[in-house]
C-alpha cells in the first residue's frame, strides 16, 4: 500500500457537496504551501506568520460563515472543513481565524450597529484589521459572570468609560479592536448587566501586553487587555445583545469550529504515525506489524472517524438552524478529548524521535492542553452536558 495515501475507512467525502469538496481541497492545498513550511520555526520561537493574514482574507477564511461585507458566507459543513485544515497545520492558527471569524466578526454582524459593521467587518475580512474577545479576566476564568471589568455612563454624549483587566485573550497585542465585554448599571437598575464594548486600538489607557512563557500555543499571539478609565462613545457599545448570553453565544459559535478543527490535528498524528511505523524497523519487522501497535493505530483510526461524522452530523444540523449549544458542547468535548488522546498516542508510537519538534507531534500535543483548556473546559462541558440529561446543575 502506498504510504502517502492514508486509508480512511470512515470517509465523509459521499456526504459532500461539489463546493464543499473544493473548498476543502483549495484549503488544504493553501496550509500545506503557506503554512506547513514554517509552522514548526514559528513554534519554535513563539511567533505568529503575520504575513499570512491577507492571505488568510484572500482565501475566504475570515468571517467565512457571514454573509455581505465582503465575507463568503460558507455553510457550516465547508466552514468546519476548513477548520480541519488550518489545525492540521496548528492549533494556533487556527486560533486565530476562530477569534477573527466566530468571536469578533460573528458579534459585530449578529449583535451590532449598521454603523459598527461597516466600521469593522469588511477590513475584518480582508485582514486588514485584527479583533480580539475579552471575556476571561484573572479571577474570572470558567465562571466569567464573576467579571469585574465595569463600565460607567458619564458625560453628556453618554460615553462609556471602561476599567478593567483581561487576560489570556488570544491575539490581543496585534488587535486594531477589542470586544470587551463588562458590566454596566443601566438606567434606573442596580443590577449590573454585562455588554459588549468594541474598543479600538489607539483609545487612552488602553494596554495589551503579550503574555510570554507559555509551552503551548507558542505560534499563536496571547496578552491581556488593561483598561485604565478608557473612554469609548456610547455607539461603541454593542446594542442588539445584553447578559452573559453576549459572550456565551459566540463561544457556541466559536466550539462549533474547534470541533471540527481539532479534527485535523488528529488526522495529522495519525497520518504520521502511520508512516512512521510502516517504515520503522525493530526485531527485523517494520513496527506497524505488531499487534500492539496496529491496535494503536486502529484506534486512531476509528476515533477520529467517529469524529468527523459527529462534526459532519452537527453540520447539517446547524446548517438546519437546530444545532443547540449543548450539542456543541458534546462536539467540542469529545473531540477535543479524543484528539489529545490520538496526540497522546502517537507520540508514544515514535518512541525518542516523538518529542523532536521535527515530527510535529509533540507541537500538536502540547497546543491540544490549550484547546482542553480553553472555549470551556473539558470538565465545564461535562457539567453542561450532564445538566442537560438530568435537569440537575452541578456548577457550584
Ligand atoms: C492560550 C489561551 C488562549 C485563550 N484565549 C482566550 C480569548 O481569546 N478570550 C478569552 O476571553 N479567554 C481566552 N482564554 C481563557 C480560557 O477560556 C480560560 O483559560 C478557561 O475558560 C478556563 O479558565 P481558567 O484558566 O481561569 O481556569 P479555572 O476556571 O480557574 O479552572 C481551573 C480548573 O478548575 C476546573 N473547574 C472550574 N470550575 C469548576 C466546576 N464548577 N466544577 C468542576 N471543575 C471546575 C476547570 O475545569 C479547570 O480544570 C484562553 C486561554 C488560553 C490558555
Known amino acids: 500500500m502506498p504510504l502517502e495515501a492514508t486509508p480512511y475507512l470512515l470517509s465523509i467525502d459521499h456526504l459532500l457537496s461539489e463546493d464543499e469538496r473544493l473548498t476543502w481541497e483549495a484549503t488544504r492545498e493553501f496550509c500545506q504551501r503557506r503554512i506547513a513550511p514554517n509552522i514548526e520555526h514559528h513554534y519554535e520561537k513563539a511567533t505568529f506568520p503575520r504575513e499570512l493574514i491577507p492571505e488568510f482574507g484572500e482565501m475566504g477564511l475570515l468571517g467565512s460563515t457571514l454573509a455581505g461585507y465582503g465575507c463568503m458566507g460558507m455553510n457550516p459543513v465547508a466552514y468546519g472543513l476548513t477548520m480541519i485544515e488550518l489545525e492540521r497545520q496548528d492549533s494556533g492558527i487556527r486560533s486565530f481565524c476562530s477569534v477573527q471569524s466566530a468571536l469578533v466578526m460573528w458579534p459585530i454582524h449578529t449583535y451590532g450597529s449598521e454603523a459598527q459593521k461597516e466600521r469593522w467587518l469588511p477590513g475584518m475580512a480582508k485582514g486588514e484589521l485584527i479583533g480580539c474577545f475579552g471575556l476571561t479576566e484573572p479571577n474570572a476564568g470558567s465562571d466569567p459572570g464573576s467579571m469585574r471589568t465595569h463600565a460607567k455612563q458619564d458625560g453628556p454624549g453618554g460615553d462609556f468609560v471602561i476599567s478593567g483587566q483581561k487576560f489570556w485573550i488570544t491575539n490581543s497585542p496585534l488587535a486594531d479592536v477589542c470586544l470587551v465585554w463588562a458590566k454596566t448599571l443601566e438606567h434606573g437598575s442596580d443590577t449590573p448587566v454585562i455588554r459588549g464594548f468594541l474598543v479600538p486600538r489607539e483609545s487612552k489607557g488602553l494596554s495589551t501586553p503579550e503574555t510570554k512563557g507559555k509551552l503551548s500555543m507558542r505560534a499563536s499571539v496571547t496578552g491581556e487587555i488593561v483598561l485604565d478609565e478608557v473612554r469609548v462613545p456610547a455607539d461603541a457599545m454593542l ?23 481539532v479534527l485535523g ?4 498524528v495519525y497520518e504520521r504515525a502511520r508512516r512512521y511505523t510502516l517504515e520503522r524497523v525493530q526485531f527485523d519487522r517494520p513496527i506497524a506489524s505488531f499487534q500492539l501497535t496496529q491496535q494503536k493505530l486502529v484506534e486512531l483510526h476509528n476515533e477520529i472517524g467517529k469524529g468527523l461524522l459527529l462534526a459532519y452530523h452537527f453540520g447539517r444540523l446547524k446548517q438546519e438552524g437546530k444545532l443547540t449549544p449543548v450539542q456543541v458542547s458534546i462536539l467540542k468535548r469529545d473531540n477535543v478529548s479524543m484528539a489529545l488522546q490520538a496526540a497522546r498516542t502517537a507520540r508514544s508510537m515514535l518512541g525518542g524521535n516523538g518529542i523532536m519538534g521535527e515530527f510535529h507531534i509533540m507541537r500538536h500535543l502540547c497546543n491540544l492542553e490549550t484547546v482542553f483548556t480553553y472555549e470551556g473546559t473539558h470538565e465545564i462541558h461535562t457539567l453542561a452536558i450532564g445538566r442537560a440529561i438530568t435537569g440537575l446543575g452541578a456548577f457550584g
Open 265 to 268: 490535528a488528529a488526522m495529522d
Open 239 to 261: 446594542p442588539k445583545i445584553s447578559g452573559l448570553k453576549g459572550p456565551l453565544s459566540c463561544l457556541t459559535q466559536a466550539r462549533y469550529g474547534i470541533g471540527w478543527g
